[in-house]
């Protein structure tokens, strides 16, 4: 086989079981974008070195050529983002500008209504007078991508004045070291607490979200939450951002609710990603590897 035509998948193997399934139409996308090329699939574990000749698709493992790329769920079903590389704060929508054009204003209002029943699932709204943390990993480490450590965070939230319940996430494993710095932060001050409440709890009763980069902070916005991210991600636009804008403008920003988020739901995953349900979702996957510079023509 040509290999300039082959597609090494390296995909974990429940996104093939979904996929045989019909409970995941990414990869039918896929196949429909590329006539004439054979897709080979590889196990994910290959996906670290990528051997074999020909292209390749990772999923959340970074590329390792031009001719590697990764696919990500873009955070909900059916929309996916197929990147030169694995992070998500350099995905070509972390550095575009939301625009309002072609924007259908009733259609992106109803889109936003129905993620934001997703995320609330008939919640009430209210404001009680806390910051909503959910913590994700490596707690006592500055990354290249973070404007602090998580736990410098926790400090400079709270000398915001702000009363902080932080979650720990469910799929990390936290050292002793960790946890003590934790019990430490919550031995000096008690405006900071560790629960073990719902998210979605939690981002319909507080003021606001604090993150490095969850998701969750996605989801608070959705909601009508005003967030405060200290680290580079994709959905920074609405949000106030550490990296991008310092510290005291992100929370001067963070604090107040998002503004025109229908419109940007809309830009985000509607234009920005790609709609495996949409008609055009094959022709919108091989424009796109084309723009990535693979021979589909």
């Not at 597609?7 to 590329?34: Q, V």
């Not at 936290?174 to 998210?199: G, H």
């Not at 990296?243 to 920005?272: C, S, T, V």
Request: aromatic content about 8%; some cysteine.
């Amino acid at each position: 086989m040509a290999a300039e035509r082959v597609l090494n998948l390296y995909l974990p193997a429940h996104l093939r079981a979904d996929h045989d399934a019909g409970k995941l139409n990414i990869l039918s996308r896929l196949i429909e974008a590329l006539p004439g090329w054979t897709l080979v699939d590889r196990p994910e574990a290959e996906g670290a070195s990528q051997p074999h000749p020909g292209h390749a698709l990772t999923h959340m493992q970074e590329p390792l050529s031009a001719r590697a790329l990764c696919l990500r769920r873009a955070y909900y079903y059916p929309f996916w983002r197929i990147e030169p590389t694995n992070e998500r704060w350099n995905f070509a929508v972390a550095r575009a500008q939301p625009g309002q054009a072609g924007i259908p204003p009733q259609r992106a209002r109803g889109f936003h209504q129905r993620l934001r029943e997703r995320v609330l699932a008939g919640r009430k709204i209210t404001q009680e007078g806390f910051v909503f943390m959910p913590l994700q990993g490596r707690l006592l480490d500055h990354r290249s991508f973070q404007s602090m450590s998580p736990l410098a965070m926790i400090r400079a939230t709270l000398a915001q004045g702000a009363e902080v319940r932080a979650t720990l996430h469910p799929g990390e494993s936290y050292s002793a070291a960790e946890r003590a710095a934790l019990a430490a932060v919550q031995a000096e001050d008690d405006r900071f607490r560790l629960v073990q409440d719902p998210a979605a709890d939690l981002i319909s009763r507080c003021d606001y979200c604090v993150s490095q980069n969850s998701s969750v902070a996605l989801q608070a916005m959705i909601a009508g939450k005003g967030a405060v991210l200290f680290a580079g991600i994709d959905f920074h636009h609405p949000a106030g951002s550490v990296p991008r804008d310092g510290l005291a403008a992100a929370f001067a920003k963070g604090r107040q609710a998002p503004q025109r988020m229908a419109e940007y739901l809309w830009w985000f995953f509607k234009q920005q990603a790609i709609d495996a349900q949409a008609e055009d979702a094959a022709a919108r996957v091989r424009a796109h590897l084309g723009w990535l510079g693979w021979p589909v023509e």
